[in-house]
């Protein structure tokens, strides 16, 4: 017969334990898993500059240390990210001109940047995307730039810190398209590829 789960060795016990644990913890924090699929890659040291605040910009400030990004979260059917405010056109927030294209846009035009890892070395150039916002309206925009990851507080980023892993940096004409108030700067949306 077979012995009770009491006399059953404590090696037995442990290594149930220890399989069935990081299921238990998957289904308890789900959001866990997925945060632990990209950490911080380093930190940058930042330095001041003559940055544009024009969108609520935050500007780096000398001697902070700024994390740094060489991954995104996982890309879905409706991938998580926050929305975040940019001009791509001459003399704007964004900076130099579009990665994608070398080109500067008008803030009218439906253009998005993407973090490092979503951008996938400009992989996603040209390609449109669908951002879906809280309120439940949705807008088509393209990929033309880069929400640099892992650089930052130079004059190439506007000495703005490094993008966040999981930043769509939207046009004014997004925003508008999706009914949100520019002033909020940030705000949680989906997106997928269309």
Known sequence: TEPSMATRPVSYALLLVLTTLPLALATSFP???LLQTCQ???TIAGESGSCSTENDSECCEDGRRYRTFACSPRVTGRTRASLTLNSFADGGDGGGRSECDEKFHPDSQMVVALSTGWFAG???CGKRV???AANGRSATATVVDECDSKHGCDEEHNF???CAN???DGSPAVWKALGLDTDDGVVPVTWSDA
Do not use: K, L, Q
Request: no cysteine; aromatic share 0%; glycine share 16%.
């Open 31 to 33: 959001h866990r898993a």
């Open 160 to 162: 703005e810190p490094p």
């Open 166 to 168: 999981n930043i769509v």
């Open 40 to 42: 911080p890659s380093g």
């Open 130 to 132: 669908v951002i879906r």
């Open 122 to 124: 400009g992989g996603r």
